[in-house]
């Protein structure tokens, strides 16, 4: 849902940069073109072989390269980071999806058990499932892994970049930092859910999970994020 978010903030990167832009003034390339034959060939092979990932990998390609042909190559040095940010709105092909969340999956599984195994007697089931002490069966699903949130707090942090001036040294230590903190910050919330299932049942736990929803006026029906 976070990719909603990635044009506008790209429409703002390019506003910080107007400065810049300004500076130069527009010399259509023709380097434009082998680009964008490039990147109707990466849609095509996309269209031709169903995969929607392959086809939308075309998409930042095309507006490069026509901002070659409109604009240049110093223009579209500018213009090339929010650019090419907008490839963290992509959807991910579920081969890479799938490997990538697995491991994380159950490393915030292991978190939550470490959690948990202090205050209550839970058992292990497997790599992916506790059993609380009132037989309440916490399943940690693949949508649970956290690396959608890591993608989307990865999305923030590089947005963030562009407003400050910093080392290199420190804009590397949020990127390597991401992973940890989002595995650890999942393990709380999935332990959070086991502990609702296990005071107060399955319906209080699906709760937790899914948020609560509520009737407002004007607004209709909202969900309220619980965990």
Excluded at 16 to 30: D, G, I, N, V, Y
Excluded at 59 to 67: D, K, N, T
Excluded at 75 to 88: A, D, Q, R, S
Excluded at 159 to 170: A, N, S
Aim: charged share 10%.
């Amino acid at each position: 849902s976070y990719a909603y978010l990635v044009p506008p903030l790209a429409l703002v990167i390019i506003w910080m940069r107007r400065e810049r832009l300004l500076q130069h003034t527009a010399k259509p390339s023709w380097w434009g073109i082998p680009l964008f034959l490039l990147a109707l060939g990466v849609h095509l092979l996309g269209h031709w072989g169903y995969s929607s990932w392959v086809s939308s990998m075309a998409f930042p390609l095309f507006l490069i390269a026509g901002s070659l042909l409109l604009w240049g190559t110093k223009i579209t040095g500018v213009l090339l980071y929010p650019l090419l940010f907008l490839y963290l709105m992509m959807p991910m092909p579920s081969v890479v999806f799938d490997e990538v969340t697995n491991p994380i999956q159950v490393w915030s599984t292991d978190v939550a058990e470490a959690m948990l195994r202090p205050f209550y007697n839970i058992l292990r089931e497997n790599q992916a499932t506790i059993i609380m002490p009132s037989g309440y069966h916490l399943l940690v699903g693949v949508e649970c892994s956290g690396f959608k949130v890591t993608i989307a707090l990865l999305t923030f942090i590089l947005f963030f970049y562009t407003l400050v001036e910093m080392p290199l040294w420190k804009k590397l230590i949020l990127p390597a930092a991401l992973l940890p903190i989002a595995i650890i910050s999942n393990g709380l919330r999935i332990a959070l859910i086991g502990v609702a299932g296990q005071e107060y049942g399955s319906e209080a736990a699906k709760i937790a999970h899914e948020g609560y929803e509520a009737t407002l006026p004007l607004l209709g029906t909202v969900n309220i994020p619980t965990t």
